[in-house]
Nanobody, 129 residues
Framework: DVRLVESGGGSVQAGGSLRLTCVASGTTYTWYTMAWFRQKEGKEREGIAAIFPQAIPSAPNRELYADSVKGRFAISTDNSKNILYLEMSSLKPEDTAIYYC?????????????????WGQGTQVTVSS
């Protein structure tokens, strides 16, 4: 069975940094897109960053970001393309949420929940002021 497992969440003060990791196991899939979503309390899950692992590193739009995190967060994969990272810096209290990694084997909108067929269980990130 395919599993996505996130780690690296925790509590940090505003202005701090965290790195989230997501390990995909039990699969030989070639991921079309890997992404990070987050869900704030009482809100819908939102896409914040996505990467197209099969694109060449210099390809435009290989990584995509929501405006709310652009310039502060960075998404990347390892060489195997089965480990996904999210480097988060200059964290703000409004970044507090449960963060989920997601992966899909087909196309669609990069930030649409229904366009992803594999999900992790989520990891809590809390940013205090």
């Amino acid at each position: 069975d395919v599993r996505l497992v996130e780690s690296g969440g925790g509590s940090v003060q505003a202005g701090g940094s965290l790195r989230l990791t997501c390990v995909a196991s039990g699969t030989t899939y070639t991921w079309y897109t890997m992404a990070w979503f987050r869900q704030k309390e009482g809100k819908e899950r939102e896409g914040i960053a996505a990467i197209f692992p099969q694109a060449i590193p210099s390809a435009p739009n290989r990584e995509l970001y929501a405006d709310s995190v652009k310039g502060r967060f960075a998404i990347s994969t390892d060489n195997s393309k089965n480990i996904l990272y999210l480097e988060m810096s200059s964290l703000k209290p409004e970044d507090t949420a449960i963060y989920y990694c997601a992966a899909r084997t087909w196309g669609g909108m990069w930030n649409r929940v229904d366009d992803y067929n594999f999900w992790g269980q989520g990891t809590q990130v809390t940013v205090s002021s």
